[in-house]
T-cell receptor, first 115, second 113 residues
Framework: ETGVTQSPTHLIKTRGQQVTLRCSSQSGHNTVSWYQQALGQGPQFIFQYYREEENGRGNFPPRFSGLQFPNYSSELNVNALELDDSALYLC??????????????FGPGTRLTVL | AQSVTQLGSHVSVSEGALVLLRCNYSSSVPPYLFWYVQYPNQGLQLLLKYTSAATLVKGINGFEAEFKKSETSFHLTKPSAHMSDAAEYFCALSNFGNEKLTFGTGTRLTIIP
């Protein structure tokens, strides 16, 4: 069974640029959630995708957007990067059925640095 | 609104001593509660979860946690600390039908040889 994978591992961008982060969900999972973890903080929920539709969003501006593909993999896009976007971005996959989501399993994360 | 509070951003214990990491929650509906561990430069690994079954939950690596509704607590314990337990620990909460995980700010556990 393949776990959650994320790419790239590390990324350096400059302010104003755009970035795309990728996540492959664990086999058998149909839901992907994205979290932002700033240095020294707990992860903050960005949004979740289920069956290619956004299924909940945290307190993040519209320049944070995402996609989920038919194979349940997902992308997180961030436009007009700001210095405060520097963080570890975590993807978590889970299985949603009957209106309930099972445990979220996390990938290793992508470390984004904005200069 | 729901929230998670972890008391003590840093905890140090001697190898072989009891580990106790504190977590209190606030939720208007019955919560699901989780403990995750994060090793340096890695993602989060699930230690254990509470989903309204038994109040004493056993997890991996000898950890366990007890759900106490009256105290709105979900403290994590391990009888005997090992050097490999040094990591950051996060308590998290979710609700049925709301898949968002709300995390505490984390507790860094240091093991003293």
């Amino acid at each position: 069974e393949t776990g959650v994978t994320q790419s790239p591992t590390h990324l350096i961008k400059t302010r104003g640029q755009q970035v795309t982060l990728r996540c492959s969900s664990q086999s058998g999972h149909n839901t992907v959630s994205w979290y932002q973890q700033a240095l020294g903080q707990g992860p903050q929920f960005i949004f979740q995708y289920y069956r290619e539709e956004e299924n909940g969003r945290g307190n993040f501006p519209p320049r944070f957007s995402g996609l989920q593909f038919p194979n349940y993999s997902s992308e997180l896009n961030v436009n007009a990067l700001e210095l405060d976007d520097s963080a570890l971005y975590l993807c978590a996959s889970s299985l949603q059925s009957g209106g309930e989501t099972d445990t979220q399993y996390f990938g290793p994360g992508t470390r984004l640095t904005v200069l | 609104a729901q929230s998670v509070t972890q008391l003590g951003s840093h905890v140090s214990v001697s190898e072989g001593a009891l580990v106790l990491l504190r977590c209190n929650y606030s939720s208007s509906v019955p919560p699901y509660l989780f403990w995750y561990v994060q090793y340096p430069n890695q993602g989060l690994q699930l230690l254990l979860k509470y989903t309204s079954a038994a109040t004493l939950v056993k997890g991996i690596n000898g950890f366990e946690a007890e759900f106490k509704k009256s105290e709105t607590s979900f403290h994590l314990t391990k009888p005997s600390a090992h050097m490999s337990d040094a990591a950051e620990y996060f308590c998290a909460l979710s609700n049925f039908g709301n898949e968002k995980l709300t995390f505490g700010t984390g507790t860094r556990l240091t093991i003293i040889p």
